[in-house]
Structure formats: C-alpha cells, structure tokens
Nanobody, 117 residues
Framework: QVQLVESGGGLVQPGGSLRLSCGAS????????MAWYRQAPDNERELVAS???????NYADSVKGRFTISRDNAKNTIYLQMNSLKPEDTAVYYC???????????WGKGTLVTVSS
C-alpha cells in the first residue's frame, strides 16, 4: 500500500505561482508513474502532468509552458511548479501513484488551489 500526502495549495492571484508537493510512503516500487490530477466543481477529474520512474514527463495542453512536474527520488516526493496561474486553474489537485503494467494505484486526499483576485 502506498500513501500519498499533498501540500502547497492555497489562494493566489491570477499570474501568480504556487508549488505543490506530494510525498509518498510505502512500497512505491521501481517502475511507476506519479501524476497530478485536478478536479474543478462540476467537472471531471483530469490529468495535469505525470512523471515516470524513468523521468519521462507528460503535460495537459492547458498547462504546457506554465507548469513543471519534477521529483526528488531521495525523498519519494514529486512537485508541481505552477506559474502564470489563471482562474481556470482553480481546482482540487490530487496526487496519484500507479505501478506500471498493473492496476495498483493510490490517490492522495487533494489540496485546494484557488486562483482569484
């Protein structure tokens, strides 16, 4: 079982920046994907960015050039640096771990990001 804890959400003005963190504990394995998803009110949960254990990254078109996903293997932590934030980025951001080539996955409880003036 893998446990995930997100942090770093909050209120920020349009154009501002935030950095989210997701710490993983448990048996995360050596071949996995970790990702950030978000869910705005009345919307489905959507993928924001992902990073594999080999370092390959993937981004939603809506955040390319503004968000950067990274990881610290020593700390079993991933980050999401969010720049040039827009009101439409407002959502609960969730961290997900998934062991590749299996159905094993875990979700964090989420952290709220609000972009508003």
């Amino acid at each position: 079982q893998v446990q995930l804890v997100e942090s770093g959400g909050g209120l920020v003005q349009p154009g501002g920046s935030l950095r989210l963190s997701c710490g993983a504990s448990g048996s995360i394995g050596s071949i996995y994907v970790m990702a950030w998803y978000r869910q705005a009110p009345d919307n489905e949960r959507e993928l924001v960015a992902s990073i594999t254990s080999l370092g390959r990254t993937n981004y939603a078109d809506s955040v390319k050039g503004r968000f950067t996903i990274s990881r610290d293997n020593a700390k079993n932590t991933i980050y999401l640096q969010m720049n040039s934030l827009k009101p439409e980025d407002t959502a609960v951001y969730y961290c997900k771990w998934e062991r590749m080539f299996t159905t094993m996955n875990s979700w964090g409880k989420g952290t709220l990001v609000t972009v508003s003036s």
